[in-house]
């Protein structure tokens, strides 16, 4: 296929962009299980609509459902063999080819049912034939138009959804940046050796921040970014803060949006470890249990009611937001207190960033 021509069809028909082709596989089972229920809806009215002195005509019912299901059968076939080459077309003409098809199936079954139902060419059979098509040609059109909405309502959903997974991950930025900055400039009149070390790591942070095109990562990285922070974090914190890492290899490949845990491990910073004289422990773990896996960050429970910050509900609210925008309702973010321990929990569907991505 020549790619320059299909990228200036595109241009001129954004029914045809590159989301995909607007008509849905027919080679699906449950495509085909759709348009035979709704076709038989339609015969359905049709019959009660041609009853007399009845609620239904089930010999006129019986015949028309077995006309129907053969040309629905039959054109879903056709069009499920030609997909690869419709896709290609624009969607005006792509739709002319389908109604084409649909008409050509149409006329050939009817016809043979013409001559059963009337051995001698009259009149009424090629009425017969003529409604058939009509019928034929102005339920495709509609049924045509309803997978073209359908489809530029899922472009839509997924627009917004990728601009609201930016917005949401640029809102997330300048929070952890803006305080890595301040411990670096802590540091560079005191410890500068250690200071450069940290511009190393805050590189790699700002490298992840301005990656706003991937919406997965695997958890490696994740936890990676989150080693570094809390490496920044120790040269200011010192000896008040430890940290002790619980975390399943197997788990290494997990997908999870990118800066998810970040925000997370630094509020348990700033509102359980540094408001305390004597610090305290960050406990980062994961684990899978069935089909999910969960994410903790533990921290000494906060005091004077910091778990409340409007800072910590901002990173909370964001991060579950992001997480039901990718996974949906299984992703679960919730937070507990047990005794002095504070705890964030984070659940996501077991599967790779291969996977997801």
């Known amino acids: ?59 006129y019912f019986g015949l028309v459902s077995l006309l129907v299901q053969w040309t629905v059968l039959t054109s879903a076939a056709l069009i499920c063999l ?23 199936d149409v006329l050939l079954f009817s016809s043979l049912a013409g001559a059963f139902l009337y051995p001698e060419s009259t009149p009424d059979h090629w009425q017969a034939v003529g409604k058939s098509l009509l019928i034929a040609i102005i339920a495709t059109l509609m049924v045509l138009r309803y997978f073209y909405l359908q489809h530029q309502w899922r472009q839509q959903k997924q627009a917004e959804m990728t601009y609201r ?11 952890f940046l803006f305080n890595s900055m301040n411990t670096i400039a802590s540091l560079i009149s005191t410890r500068p050796e250690q200071a450069e070390d940290a511009v190393l790591d805050l590189s790699e942070l700002f490298r992840a921040s301005l990656k706003t095109t991937e919406r997965i990562v695997p958890l490696r990285e994740e936890l990676g970014l989150c080693r570094r922070y809390l490496a920044l974090e120790q040269l200011r914190l010192g000896d008040r803060l430890k940290v002790e890492w619980r975390n399943d290899p197997a788990l290494e490949d997990q997908a999870i949006p990118p800066l998810t845990l970040q925000p997370l491990v630094e509020n348990a910073i700033y509102h359980g470890i540094q408001p305390r004289p004597e610090g305290g422990t960050v406990v980062i773990e994961s684990q899978r249990s069935g089909q999910y896996v969960y994410l903790l960050v533990q921290n000494p429970k906060p005091e004077n009611g910091a778990s409340e910050h409007q800072g910590n509900r901002v990173a909370f609210s964001n991060t579950q937001a992001r997480i039901q925008t990718l996974f949906g309702e299984t992703a679960v973010l919730k937070h507990s207190q047990q005794g002095d321990l504070y705890t964030v929990t984070l659940r996501l569907p077991w599967q790779t960033a291969s996977s997801k991505q």
Do not use: Y
């Open 165 to 175: 997974l930016t917005a949401l991950q640029a809102r997330i930025h300048p929070h």
């Open 82 to 104: 030609a997909r690869p080459w419709l896709s290609g077309l624009t969607t005006p003409r792509a739709t002319l080819v389908m109604v084409t098809l649909v008409a050509l």
């Open 1 to 59: 296929m020549n790619t320059g021509s299909t990228r200036n069809r595109h241009k001129d028909d954004p029914g045809a962009a590159s989301g995909g082709f607007f008509v849905p596989d027919l080679c699906r089972v449950r495509s085909v299980f759709m348009l035979v229920i709704s076709s038989e809806l339609m015969v359905m009215l049709l019959a009660m609509a041609h009853a007399r002195g009845q609620w239904l005509d089930w010999n």
